[in-house]
């Protein structure tokens, strides 16, 4: 495993430890591959949201009827219930 030094003021290395000592990490190490970790996987997540973006804008457009609008109504409220029940 390679390893990378870095350097953090000491509010910033005393913020690292705290999580280290309040959380579920091992070492400092665990805790800034956790970061990095969760980076990536927001990467892949926001690259993948854009992907949908730009096929939704090259996709047909037709006008909303007003079935369409009840329907995402009708879905609308049936979520809003589960969260609520849930």
Do not use: C, H
Not at 7 to 35: H, K, P, W
Not at 54 to 74: C, F, K, Y
């Amino acid at each position: 495993m390679a390893r990378l030094n870095v350097s953090l003021s000491d509010a910033m290395r005393e913020f690292v430890q705290d999580q280290v000592t309040r959380g579920n990490y091992g070492t400092v190490s665990d805790y800034i591959r956790e970061l990095i970790r969760r980076a990536q996987e927001e990467q892949v997540e926001q690259e993948r949201l854009e992907a949908l973006l730009v096929e939704g804008l090259n996709s047909p457009a037709s006008e909303m009827t007003m079935t369409d609008w009840q329907e995402i109504r009708r879905e609308g409220l049936e979520r809003l219930a589960a969260r609520k029940s849930g």
